[in-house]
């Protein structure tokens, strides 16, 4: 009998992270666009691990993770630049 091709996936290993909660969290209160593709590869992680594509879900879960990184960096920088701008041009003085 040949040997089958590759690893055989583990039943008893643990599906990777979505990152989904998190990712509608950071995009509706940080930064939308990169928001909406940490959202894309979440729902890519849950499509994989349907498919027993393990090997895909782990991949599309770092990206998730890496992309949901960004949204919040980069929208607490924007949320950090509108407040001083908005503090600089005298909206919250008297």
Do not use: K, Q
């Not at 924007?78 to 909206?91: M, P, R």
């Amino acid at each position: 009998m040949p040997e089958p091709l590759g690893p055989s996936p583990d039943p008893a290993e643990p599906a990777p992270r979505t990152y989904l909660v998190w990712a509608l969290a950071a995009t509706v209160l940080c930064f939308l666009p990169l928001g909406l593709v940490a959202l894309y590869y979440g729902l890519r992680v849950n499509r994989a691990v349907a498919e027993g594509r393990l090997a895909d879900a782990r991949h599309d879960s770092v990206i998730a993770r890496g992309w949901l990184w960004a949204t919040i960096v980069i929208g607490l920088l924007v949320w950090a630049f509108l407040a001083a701008a908005f503090a600089l041009l005298g909206a919250f003085s008297d």
